[in-house]
């Protein structure tokens, strides 16, 4: 059964940094593509970052390039997101969600909040 | 890239059959059969219920079907049931360097 579980979420000043993990298994982590992708309290889902397999391409959403960066370690098993210079638009349940590897996402985690605020 | 667009909600009676639709353009939902549906419960993670346009993956009901009609896809619930309410997104695949954008979401109501 594959399992996402995030953490790393919390209440952060304007300006200010967080780095969340996504730990997975049931699969083998190593194999896929992965994503973030985030929801605004009462908001729709907006895709933010993928990471490839083997952590050699990266992509950003237009809102979060050159603030945000997505990592891996596939020895851990573990996706990684840091979020820099945070501003209160970036306040968000943060999914992490599992690449299908045929042009769509499939698994999901339960998410974790991030609230960025004074 | 902007968000596709769907209605924001939309109601059916138990048994009766209620249609989403999905607009975007020719760089997303028409340019390629890589269109899912995902479905969300309040407070929950989203569930995937169909891919690549009318897929269903193992589990997901068959009253669930896909279709797609150049920038437009749908997602048809027959035979509403209580537990189909929620809400539902849609997201095409985009190309590499965008990569997937979602539907600004359809609160489905069982009245």
């Known amino acids: 059964e594959v399992q996402l579980e995030e953490s790393g979420g919390g209440l952060v000043q304007p300006g200010g940094s967080l780095k969340l993990s996504c730990t997975a298994s049931?699969?083998?982590?190593?194999?896929?593509?992965m994503h973030w992708v985030r929801q605004a309290p009462g908001e729709g889902l907006v895709w933010v970052s993928r990471?490839?397999?083997?952590?050699?391409?990266?992509n950003y959403a237009g809102s979060v390039k050159g603030r945000f960066t997505v990592s891996r370690d596939n020895a851990k098993n573990t996706l990684y997101l840091q979020l820099n210079s945070l501003r209160a638009e970036d306040t968000a349940v943060y999914f992490c969600?599992?690449?299908?590897?045929?042009?769509?996402?499939?698994?999901w985690g339960q998410g974790t909040l991030v609230t960025v605020s004074s | 890239q902007s968000a596709l667009t769907q209605p924001r909600s939309v109601s059916g009676s138990p048994g009766q059959s209620v249609t989403i639709s999905c607009t975007g353009t020719?760089?997303?939902?028409?340019?390629?059969?890589?269109v899912s549906w995902f479905q969300q419960h309040p407070g929950k993670a989203p569930r995937l219920m169909i891919y690549?346009?009318?897929q269903r993956p193992s589990g997901v009901p068959d009253r669930f079907s896909g279709s797609k009609s150049g920038n437009t896809a749908s997602l048809t619930i027959s035979g509403l049931q209580s537990e189909d309410e929620a809400d539902y997104y849609c997201?095409?695949?985009?190309?590499?360097?965008?990569?997937?954008?979602f539907g600004t979401g359809t609160k489905v109501t069982v009245l």
């Open positions: 969600v599992k690449d299908s590897a045929h042009f769509g996402v499939d698994y």
């Open positions: 020719s760089s997303d939902v028409g340019g390629y059969n890589y």
């Open positions: 690549d346009v009318v």
């Open positions: 049931g699969f083998t982590f190593s194999d896929y593509p």
């Open positions: 997201c095409s695949y985009a190309g590499s360097h965008t990569t997937f954008v």
């Open positions: 990471i490839s397999h083997d952590a050699i391409y990266t």
